[in-house]
Every structure is written in C-alpha cells, then in structure tokens.
C-alpha cells in the first residue's frame, strides 16, 4: 500500500506565493518521477511540473519563470514552489508519483488534491 499526503494549497491573493509538498509513504521500492498536475473545473488534468530521479525537470509553458519543483528523496517528498500566482493558476493541484512498490512492475500513484485559489 502506498499513500500520498499533499500539504500546502490555500487562497493567496494575485502575485503572492504559496508552496505545496507532497509525502510518499508505504511499500516502496523505488521511484521513479514525481510531479504536480492541476484541474480546474470543467477543464482536464494537466502537467504543471515534472522532476526525475536524477533531477531532470519539466514544466508546462504557462509556470515557466514562476514554479519550481524540487524533491528529497531521502523522505521521498516532492515540492511546489508557486510564485507569481495568477488567477488562471486557480485549480486543484495533484500530486503523482510513479514508483516501483516491488519490482519490476511501476505504477502511477496520485495525492487526494490540494486547493490553490488566487484572488485577483
């Protein structure tokens, strides 16, 4: 079993800050990527940012220049730095996670969703 706790959303007013963090724990092997991906309503799922294990990162155009994403594998945490928040960053932010609970099978793991609402 493996489980993933999100921490961090909330309401910020437009230009302000916030930091999400995600905690993977249970029967872990390895893991592979972790990631945030945003929905908002009546809109799909979407990448925001990607890290892998060897700290290869990938953000949606949209973040470039505001999001940073960071992980400590030794905790097997992931990290969401959001500055410059817009409006349009309005969304419930997902954690995922692929990882290998035992080998040589990986799977996609996802958080519960975090709220981040940005007041214009």
């Known amino acids: 079993q493996v489980q993933l706790v999100e921490s961090g959303g909330g309401l910020v007013q437009a230009g302000g800050s916030l930091r999400l963090s995600c905690a993977a724990s249970?029967?872990?092997?390895?893991?592979?990527?972790m990631g945030w991906y945003r929905q908002a309503p009546g809109k799909k799922r979407d990448l925001v940012a990607a890290?892998?294990?060897?700290?290869?990162?990938n953000y949606a155009d949209s973040v470039k220049g505001r999001f940073t994403i960071s992980r400590d594998n030794a905790k097997n945490m992931v990290y969401l730095q959001m500055n410059s928040l817009k409006p349009d960053d309005t969304a419930v932010y997902y954690c995922?996670?692929?990882?290998?609970?035992?080998?040589?099978?990986?799977?996609?793991?996802w958080g519960q969703g975090t709220q981040v609402t940005v007041a214009s």
């Open positions: 890290i892998t294990n060897g700290g290869r990162t």
């Open positions: 249970g029967s872990i092997f390895s893991i592979t990527a």
């Open positions: 995922n996670v692929k990882l290998v609970p035992r080998p040589p099978h990986e799977y996609d793991y």
